[in-house]
């Protein structure tokens, strides 16, 4: 298959996978209130006639963040997904909504497709603290404890005071002292 393919069909079963399954991100990143124009594909990179505007009240996507972290945090995590994947068709420089997918993705164990939203959100992020603390946690998910640790501790360097990063990092340092079989 080619690119655009496998990344469309991608987001098919994404969407799929989300409507029957069940971070929170901070702001900060611009968004549009317009859907990009031209060839748009889910996980892809090319985004014709993208704009940014700062100076706006309303972004298309804000009403899809806000209900998609309240669906995250609630724990109905395909709900979260399906939300925070409108938000990214509607807005898709929207950071925010590309690592609240990752999240959710981690959550239902699509971890392809988490890898693929995370590295869209590094892209419009860059090196936050939350980028680094979800990445990590999404490598706790996997089992691979030495990239969650080293992910965390890139977000404890950024944010030493964080309280989310410092328990991410007391979660990993138990489930490395308390392996079950």
Known sequence: MTGKIRLAAAAGVLIMLLAGCQTDPSDGVVRTNEPAKGDYTAFGDTF????????????????????AKTQFRSENYGN???????ATRLAPNDGVAWLGLAASCDRIRRFDLADMAYARAYRLLGATPE???????SYLLRGKLQEARRNFLKAYELAPKDPTVANNLKLLSSSVENIER
Request: charged share 20%; hydrophobic share 30%.
């Open 80 to 86: 979260a997904g399906a939300l925070f994947y409108k």
């Open 131 to 137: 980028y680094y603390n979800n990445l990590g946690y």
């Open 48 to 67: 014709d006639g993208l704009k940014t505007i700062s100076d706006v009240d309303y972004y298309s996507s804000d009403q899809a963040v806000t209900e």
